[in-house]
């Protein structure tokens, strides 16, 4: 019987009537008394040196109020975005780090970069007034293909002439080499990680408040995390004590990764308040946001897997070159290293494995985490190559992966990139997905669609991932600026009903829901009585915020750390109301017992007790029941499955189309099956997005960003995608009391590399590069021709 | 030169002054407030915006305000029963899990109840078509799919009950 309640039940979520009914509140929602607008001049130049910019017009324009540039940041000293992670170079030289002005001050480096910002009464005055504004460019020649920046003849940072920003290396070398030197077969690859836009639905959005009364600041924004937001812009850009500084995140509409960053905007509408006395709003626009929010992804791989005759994986070696744009965006130098060559090892026994990432500067928009962030790149490449193996070796595909598997009884697991996997039965998650697809079934459905005139493909990916970046140290002795750790506070009311404000955030992931289940379960206290309070500086403890999968297995330890304190503070209190020993009460839910009597009760008594402490043991106990934990994880935790898909390719027009699709996932424990249904579906769909739609593609000459809106950027649309078939297998995490995994980013790590090998199945080739377009599909096809001729 | 117009928001007259170029969906957003609807893109393509006009799903990014003068307008705030209860699609959204983020919600529910209209019997295939151009980021469709379909049977059932009563 399926529970209606509590951990493990598919509760309908608890924030789901705002959202239904329009209530949602939504940053672009607000409209704060005597509120101006912001409008922001970006570059139309990829690379170009700024040399002079005349504001009188602009100025005089009507309901201007003030129009601000690079220069007036400098004279005010404001600071440059950070970098939150410091990668060294296998020199051991530290990467370069060159400045990030919030808006341009010398040079402008990609096409959207801002130069300027005109505030008016209204934004379509401040819009009108910036096309009279007069700036002087000096074009340069622009770097915009990673794979050609040393060469490139021009510098986007005068700090990397050769605009590499670091050379990294990972793994044992000699080892690696000494295993490619006994293999019986090489299997080599060169592959494209393309670039993506995340495209959160709701585009960025910040309101910027200051109150010079009280001299305190707040800034309203669509972040994952208002409050590393705070620590950035109170420690880096704008220099300001934190007590005076309140940040708010608030319904935020989808993130996936895209909404982590400290953005140059959020700094802008701050600066500006301050400047004017006002509250100051800016809201992208779509096509804005193609030029403004970090992209994900662009990688260029080179791979090569070492195999024994038996098909034995020996050793792997990986040469990455991996674009970060222009700038360092806040997460950006830690995701094609730490977050990517670490996983190198995938689900598979290899005890060899070498990588070096070299990190390059280009005239495009920053790259940093995008859902899955590094893992989905290293999943790709791996699960690729496997493929290519299997298909040179003759050996089945499942076989090949069986035979490579890491078992059950190797956990906990060293791999050789660095990371200790705790659990996982990844045998199994192949055999139950090959069993939800009919894998035996397959031959009869190909051969039905090719009586249709249409080729079937079937292809899998076997994913790990590591969540819940920890712990603290061991993130600090790879680069980590940061702790990431996170927090929670329990607070009981008088009359029992709780508030927990997590440090966490949600922007979709349905937290209010699946933290209040716990909380419910734990304690005993219904579902209507529980409030989870996150996203405002000035409510909730400092946390981290939400990314990397990372919320329950860091986050909800937290809550659960902040539970077992208020429930052994309820003990003393029960212990006092029945006249027995703390030692003696039994806690079950929100029933506390004598042990073997039928003397109790309940947590509303005992919460009751705490805050009118008229019969109380003041003598021994503080009154309240509010209780704060911080929890720092002592591992990353390693969420793993196989999802298979099966797709139909027409010859005639190159549209490959998914015909089946099942994914079987060990996310450790399940608080909520509903809601990480949800989260699988929405990153399954995210990963066919890369395979087979989106891609963002700059003009290598001029720089421009060719796909920037969504006429020309494909994104996933319901008739493009197939229905799902999902199972998860519950294997716990050994190394969190919850026993969770994470689940957020899962169907995004396989997503593409299952796509993509299904396609290459179907077109019966070794490779081809993402994404899997109709005239993409088509040419591949036409030039394979002859050779289908002769056979 | 800005222009007058009445037009009858969520069962209710309003009397606006407008620009001539003031687009519908800011009519709603700022000069009555309804922030429900939502902006998510400036080329027409993902429905954030949807509203009824007159019963009909429109883009309200993409309909002049002026446009809607004298007409109905219905918004993602006026669906649910004065008491509260949701209709019968909002239902499903939430039972079938049809949402996370939210922020496609109210031009997906706006849609999805104009299909009741046009193709009430509506299969799985033909909701995936109709929603088109409607982007969600979050769900990957499956369970707006599963929530349309059960929306559109609430629905019926709903209207068979009215016209029993
Ligand atoms: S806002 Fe209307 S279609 Fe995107
Ligand atoms: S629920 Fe977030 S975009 Fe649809």
Redesign the interface.
């Known amino acids: 019987m399926s529970k209606s309640t509590g951990i493990g039940a598919s509760v ?2 608890v ?12 940053t ?2 607000m ?1 704060r008394p005597g509120q101006c607008h912001a409008y922001i001049v970006r570059s139309p130049h990829a690379h170009a040196r700024i040399l002079s910019i005349d504001t009188a017009a602009t100025l005089a324009a009507p309901g201007v109020l003030t129009v601000l540039t690079g220069a007036d940041m400098v004279a005010d000293n404001i600071g440059s975005l950070p970098c939150g992670w410091l990668i060294h170079s296998r020199d051991g030289t530290p990467m370069k780090e060159p400045k990030h002005l919030p808006i341009a001050a010398d040079k402008v480096r990609h096409v959207g970069d801002q130069v300027a910002v005109v505030i008016a009464e209204t934004l379509q005055q401040a819009k009108d007034a910036a096309e009279l504004l007069d700036i002087d460019y000096e074009e340069l020649p622009a770097v915009v293909s990673p794979g050609s920046v040393e060469t490139a003849g021009t510098a986007v940072h005068d700090e990397a002439p050769d605009n590499v920003c670091y050379d990294w290396i990972w793994g044992d070398k000699d080892k690696t080499d000494a295993a490619f030197a006994q293999a019986a077969h090489v299997t080599t690859l060169d592959l494209v990680n393309t670039r993506l836009v995340p ?5 960025r959005a910040a309101v910027g408040e200051y109150d010079p009364g009280m001299d305190e600041y707040t800034l309203t924004t669509t972040s994952q995390n208002p409050q590393l937001i705070r620590l950035l812009l109170c420690g880096f850009t704008m220099g300001l004590p934190e007590h005076k500084v309140r940040v708010v995140a608030p ?4 993130g ?1 990764g895209s909404k982590i960053y400290h953005y140059a905007e959020e700094v802008i509408v701050v600066y500006a308040a301050r400047r004017l006395k006002r509250p100051v709003k800016w809201t992208a ?3 804005e946001s193609f030029l403004s929010d970090a992209h994900g992804r662009d990688h260029l791989t080179h791979v090569e897997l070492a195999m024994d005759p038996d098909g034995l994986f020996l050793g792997m070696r990986v040469k990455t070159t991996a674009n970060m744009g222009a700038y360092l965006s806040t997460f950006s130098s830690c995701i094609p290293t730490i977050l990517y060559a670490t996983l190198l090892s995938g689900q598979y026994k290899t005890p060899a494995i070498h990588a070096e990432v070299k990190a390059v500067f280009t005239n495009t928009v920053p790259v940093d985490a995008y859902r899955g962030a590094g893992r989905p790149e290293a999943c790709y490449l791996i699960e690729r190559i496997v493929d290519v193996a299997a298909r040179e070796l003759g050996i089945d595909r499942a076989e090949l992966r069986r035979r490579n598997f890491i078992p059950p009884e190797m956990m906990p697991y060293d791999t050789p990139v660095g990371l200790q996997y705790d659990s996982g039965n990844f045998a199994r998650n192949l055999e139950d997905a090959l069993a939800l697809i009919d894998y035996d079934g397959f031959p009869a459905r190909r051969a039905e669609s090719a009586t249709r005139g249409k080729r079937r493909g079937i292809g899998f990916a076997s994913y790990i991932e590591a969540c819940g970046i920890a712990p603290s140290n061991v993130a600090g002795a790879l680069g980590a600026r940061a702790g990431l750790y996170d927090s929670a506070e329990v607070r009981f009311h008088p009359t029992g009903s709780v508030s927990v404000m997590v440090g966490v955030h949600s ?4 937290h209010e829901t699946t933290f209040a289940q716990i909380v419910s379960e734990r304690l005993g206290v219904p579902m209507e009585k529980i409030e989870i309070v996150h996203g405002d500086s000035a409510k909730t403890p400092f946390g981290m915020g939400t990314y990397g999968s990372r919320s329950l297995a860091v986050g909800g330890m937290a809550m659960m750390k902040a539970i077992d304190k208020v429930i052994a503070k309820s003990k003393k209190i029960a212990a006092h109301l029945l006249e027995a020993s703390a030692e003696d009460i039994e806690q079950d839910g929100g029933v506390f017992r004598v042990a073997g009597t039928d003397r109790s009760v309940d947590i509303a008594a005992i919460a009751g007790a705490a805050y009118v402490p008229h019969n109380y043991p003041l003598d021994e106990l503080e009154p309240g029941l509010d209780e704060q934990a911080f929890y720092d994880p002592k591992n990353f935790t390693f969420p793993n499955g196989t999802q298979i898909c099966e797709v139909e390719v027409d010859p005639e027009t190159g549209v490959v189309k998914i015909v089946r699709f099942a994914a079987v996932d060990d996310f450790g424990r399940v608080i909520n099956p ?2 990480v ?2 989260q ?7 990963g066919i997005g890369q395979a087979l739609l989106e891609h963002a593609i700059y003009d290598e000459d001029s720089g421009q960003l060719l796909t920037g ?3 020309d950027y494909a ?5 493009d ?1 197939p ?2 078939e999902v199972k998860t297998n519950e294997v716990l995490c050994t190394t969190n009391a919850l026993g969770v995994k994470g689940c957020g980013e899962a ?1 995004t790590i396989g997503g593409a590399a299952c796509v993509m090998n299904a396609v290459c199945d179907a077109l019966d080739i070794g490779h081809m590069d993402m994404p899997a377009s109709p005239e993409r599909v088509w040419r591949v096809l036409r030039d394979s021709r002859p050779a289908m001729a002769a056979e | 030169m800005p222009v007058s117009i009445t037009l009858t928001v969520n069962g209710r007259p309003a009397a606006l002054t407008v620009e001539p170029n003031t687009l519908l969906v800011d009519a709603i ?2 000069h009555l ?11 027409s ?2 429905g ?1 915006c949807v509203v009824h006009l007159d019963g009909v799903s429109v883009k309200s990014c993409t309909t002049l305000a002026v446009q809607a003068d004298g007409r109905n307008v219905t ?3 006026g ?2 029963a004065p008491d ?1 209860t ?1 209709h019968p699609m ?1 239902a499903a ?3 079938h ?1 049809g ?8 031009g997906m ?1 706006m849609s999805a109840v104009d299909l009741a209209r046009v193709n009430p019997n509506a299969t ?2 033909e ?3 109709w ?2 151009g ?12 599963k929530a349309v379909e059960s929306g559109l049977q609430a629905m019926k059932t709903g209207a068979a009950a009215q016209a029993a009563e």
């Open positions: 309908k979520r924030e789901d009537y705002r959202f239904l009914t329009g209530r949602g509140r939504y672009d929602d409209t495209n959160a639905m709701e585009p319904d935020v509409g989808g996936f626009e779509r096509s922007h979709g992931q349905g509903m809601i249904e949800g699988v579906h929405g990153g399954l769909v995210q809106s969504f006429m994104m996933p649309r319901a008739d995608v229905d799902f169907g | 957003r700022q407030s309804l922030t429900g609807t939502h902006v998510g893109c400036d080329t393509q993902c954030a918004t993602i705030e669906l649910a509260g949701l909002q959204f939430k039972e899990h949402l996370q983020c939210g922020f496609c919600t109210p529910v799985p295939e909701i995936r078509h929603l088109e409607n982007i969600c980021r979050c769900t990957g469709y499956h369970n707006i799919v």
